[in-house]
T-cell receptor
């Protein structure tokens, strides 16, 4: 009964490095999301996927790419990390009307030096 | 103007009191309204959601929606120290969150 699982939990990168954040859900939800959370900024939507095979940009997509590999998995890739991407990243899933997230993963704390 | 606004707090209430958290939004077309609780260092948890004008109750929590005035509120009755957290409001369009209100319940 894992819910939404994110890996890794912590990561430190150097500017210019790339990495992929992994997310998987076991609730058979159609919608999945990637958010970032910065102090005083609340949660900001990076990308979301309403169903397998579809992805759409959110509020802050620049510098990120996503892949909805199948119904369970939704990954977030930073191609060339920048210090401004230092943040806590949350993956979420949902089946709710209105499309807001229902279940969140534990988050990935990412630092870019 | 921010699309979803919340008083950042901190809001402090004594144990057993009613905590009232407010959220205003700018998009008159918003249809769905959500409240989340986030403990420090943890991920958000969905508390409740409301789609229609009026009140919706779930245990000690009541969500109140007034679309004409563009606000949604969350009341927490019989507040407990374990309710101390940041409360996030979210509305459609998709993904719009307020910055959150930090609530402290003092024993």
């Amino acid at each position: 009964n894992a819910g939404v699982t994110q890996t890794p939990k912590f990561q430190v990168l150097k500017t210019g490095q790339s990495m992929t954040l992994q997310c998987a859900q076991d609730m058979n939800h159609n919608s999945m999301y990637w958010y970032r959370q910065d102090p005083g900024m609340g949660l900001r939507l990076i990308y979301y996927s309403a169903s397998e095979g579809t992805t759409d940009k959110g509020e802050v997509p620049n510098g990120y790419n996503v892949s909805r590999l199948n119904k369970r998995e939704f990954s977030l890739r930073l191609e060339s990390a920048a210090p401004s991407q230092t943040s806590v990243y949350f993956c979420a899933s949902s089946e709710l009307r209105g499309g807001q997230p229902q279940h969140f993963g534990d988050g990935t704390r990412l630092s870019i030096l | 103007q921010k699309e979803v606004e919340q008083n950042s707090g901190p809001l402090s209430v004594p144990e057993g009191a009613i905590a009232s958290l407010n959220c205003t939004y700018s998009d008159r077309g918003s249809q769905s309204f959500f409240w989340y609780r986030q403990y420090s260092g943890k991920s958000p948890e969905l508390i409740m959601f409301i789609y229609s004008n009026g009140d919706k109750e779930d245990g000690r929590f009541t969500a109140q929606l007034n679309k004409a005035s563009q606000y949604v509120s969350l009341l927490i009755r019989d507040s407990q120290p374990s309710d101390s957290a940041t409360y996030l409001c979210a509305v459609t369009p998709l993904g719009r969150f307020g910055a959150g209100t930090r609530l402290t319940v003092k024993p």
